[in-house]
């Protein structure tokens, strides 16, 4: 148990809908990364928040957004969902903002969009 | 940019031996992280190792060793004495200094016994 939570373990829904994904880091750690897991683009980062701020974009569609609150837990949004969104989805979380320190991964919520 | 090369889709090896799983890189840093992830059928992602670049010490974690060649970007995993619990898909990743992990796509490792 690497101590990072998320909810829903699965999530199934209809395209154009919207969904929200959360994510509980570590106690003690500040910065929460969202990645992207699919088979034809494999492991892809998303984007990071330290502290309530967003740091770094990676391969994020303008249809998802993110937030990370005062408690520290962040929420992922995707919208218009489409087929091809169709993923697992980790949240994982460090303790600084830019370093090298370790990433811990939750356990991933599978979506599936029918 | 930084890219992540793991040329062995997949991987098979016999319970008790050994086998050693190839990952390239590319980063224009001469600082940075490396990292083999571990991927069973439950989907969580669990560290196996990490080796800090400017540390020319290979790594090591009970079975599992690098062999890291940074001249050549080069970061194979080698498991010994395989058990079938090492039966998973294996990421070899990248950290520069900052935030994201680059993945590369994965070797699945088949154990036999």
């Known amino acids: 148990d690497s101590g990072v939570t998320q909810t829903p373990k699965h999530l199934i829904t209809a395209t154009g809908q919207r969904v929200t994904l959360r994510c509980s880091p570590r106690?003690?750690?500040?910065?929460v990364y969202w990645y992207q897991q699919s088979l034809d683009q494999g492991l892809q980062f998303l984007i990071q928040?330290?502290?309530?701020?967003?740091?770094a974009k990676g391969n994020i569609l303008e249809r998802f957004s993110a937030q990370q609150f005062p408690d520290l837990h962040s929420e992922l949004n995707l919208s218009s969902l489409e087929l091809g969104d169709s993923a697992l989805y980790f949240c994982?979380?460090?303790?600084?903002?830019?370093?090298?320190?370790?990433?811990?991964f939750g356990p991933g919520t599978r979506l599936t969009v029918l | 940019a930084q890219t992540v090369t793991q040329s062995q889709p997949e991987m098979s090896v016999q319970e008790a031996e050994t086998v050693t799983l190839s990952c390239t890189y590319d980063?224009?840093?001469?600082?940075?992280?490396l990292f083999w992830y571990k991927q069973p059928p439950s989907r969580q992602m669990i560290l196996v190792i990490r080796?800090?670049?400017?540390?020319?010490q290979n790594a090591t974690e009970n079975r599992f060793s690098v062999n890291f060649q940074k001249a050549a970007k080069s970061f194979s995993l080698k498991i010994s004495d395989s058990q079938l619990g090492d039966a998973a898909m294996y990421f070899c990743?990248?950290?520069?200094?900052?935030?994201?992990?680059?993945f590369g796509a994965g070797t699945i490792l088949r154990v036999k016994s």
């Open positions: 994982a979380s460090s303790v600084a903002r830019v370093s090298y320190n370790e990433q811990f």
């Open positions: 106690s003690g750690d500040l910065s």
């Open positions: 928040y330290y502290n309530g701020e967003e740091r």
């Open positions: 980063t224009s840093e001469s600082d940075y992280y």
């Open positions: 080796q800090e670049a400017y540390k020319q």
């Open positions: 990743a990248l950290l520069e200094y900052g935030n994201k992990l680059v």
